[in-house]
């Protein structure tokens, strides 16, 4: 690993992302909280495995393999900078101290899809989980490296029509029903079908719990949280409820997730549901509203999944969608004839238009 690339270099690099990477209207909120993340990076101690991470991508894209991260890691702002994530964390408002464990100094651990074939990983690099892809899930996140159109109503159509055998994530008969029934219309819903998926195998009835609650759901910073039947799909939200509503500072507050996640639940005498209680603002002393929206909280943490993972798989899922609705020949030809020549797949896929009549190139 180069002497070079310590906080500084990181930090430069980031800084001089932020105008392609952020929107105009995000660019202040992320250089406040770059400077937020650059501090807790450096004062843990992180700079190396963030240097390891993006040597790790950047020596295998040099190379022409695919590699994307995807977990926790992609609640990272400097993770997203450096280009190692495609999910903007300013924009879907996800909590970094989800992936930077603040709150116990344990380094985090960077969580790729990689296409390796018979690379040897570097057993030097700490931290690093890698999941290698199938042939099903190689084309997919291979479109990661594709431009697409953003919000494009027919793929969501098709999508909601179950429309999507091959697409990744929606390929089974499970998600393919779900995503008919939530009708999602942005990747944060896509990332919505992909946790009730996996959730609706330990709680059969999760899906139409959610949808009946759907519309309860507060939004933002959770200030309605307290009137919200319905459950809490994502780690996030509650992380946002327990910061703004009982003033647990974020690493807290995923602490508090984590010690109910692992006991399936907390006993109202735990350190961390006193620290939770004591904090609250929502009402007067033996007020038992706080009490019934911590135990919520506590309870809905046993089960609750990362929205940063879920976003990331979601995009994969979106671009894929577009390219079955938009160039179904292409999208067929690229899962039933295997490719060996990444620079011809990365030249066809930049070529993506809005005009599928292009697509009968693919034939």
């Not at 879907?92 to 380094?107: C, G, K, S, Y």
């Not at 160039?327 to 990444?342: C, G, I, M, N, S």
């Amino acid at each position: 690993m180069p002497n070079d690339f310590g906080i500084e270099e990181i930090a430069r690099r980031c800084i001089a992302a932020i105008s392609g990477r952020c929107s105009v209207d995000d660019r202040a909120v992320a250089l406040k909280t770059l400077n937020d993340e650059l501090t807790l990076i450096q004062v843990s101690d992180f700079d190396s495995p963030v240097a390891s991470a993006f040597r790790f991508a950047e020596e295998r894209r040099d190379r022409g393999r695919t590699v994307r991260l995807i977990g926790s890691g992609c609640a990272s702002l400097v993770n997203y900078l450096l280009g190692l994530s495609d999910v903007d964390p300013v924009r879907f408002q996800l909590p970094h101290q989800r992936f930077w464990a603040t709150n116990n100094r344990e380094t985090p651990s960077y969580m790729f899809v990689a296409d390796l074939e018979e690379d040897q990983l570097d057993q030097r690099l700490p931290g690093l989980i890698i999941h290698r892809m199938t042939p099903l899930e190689a084309i997919p996140y291979r479109l990661l490296d594709s431009p697409c159109p953003k919000a494009d109503d027919a793929t969501f159509k098709e999508i909601s029509a179950g429309h999507t055998d091959g697409v990744f994530q929606l390929d089974t008969e499970a998600a393919r029903e779900i995503a008919t029934r939530v009708h999602p219309a942005t990747v944060r819903d896509l990332a919505t079908v992909s946790a009730l998926t996996i959730r609706q195998f330990s709680d059969p009835g999760a899906v139409s719990d959610f949808l009946k609650h759907r519309e309860e759901l507060p939004s933002g910073e959770g200030a309605s949280a307290i009137n919200a039947s319905g459950p809490w799909l994502f780690q996030e939200e509650l992380m946002a409820v327990l910061h703004h509503t009982f003033r647990l500072r974020w690493s807290e507050a995923y602490r508090f997730i984590r010690e109910a996640n692992r006991n399936r639940g907390l006993t109202t005498d735990h350190p961390m549901y006193r620290t939770a209680l004591a904090g609250t603002t929502t009402s007067e002393a033996g007020d038992t509203a706080p009490r019934r929206l911590l135990n919520k909280l506590a309870r809905d943490s046993r089960s609750a999944v990362c929205l940063a993972h879920h976003l990331a798989n979601a995009l994969t899922t979106y671009r894929a969608a577009f390219l079955k609705t938009h160039f179904p020949a292409r999208f067929e030809k690229q899962l039933t004839v295997p490719w060996r020549d990444k620079d011809e797949f990365t030249q066809r896929t930049n070529s993506i238009s809005e005009n599928p009549q292009k697509d009968e190139e693919w034939n």
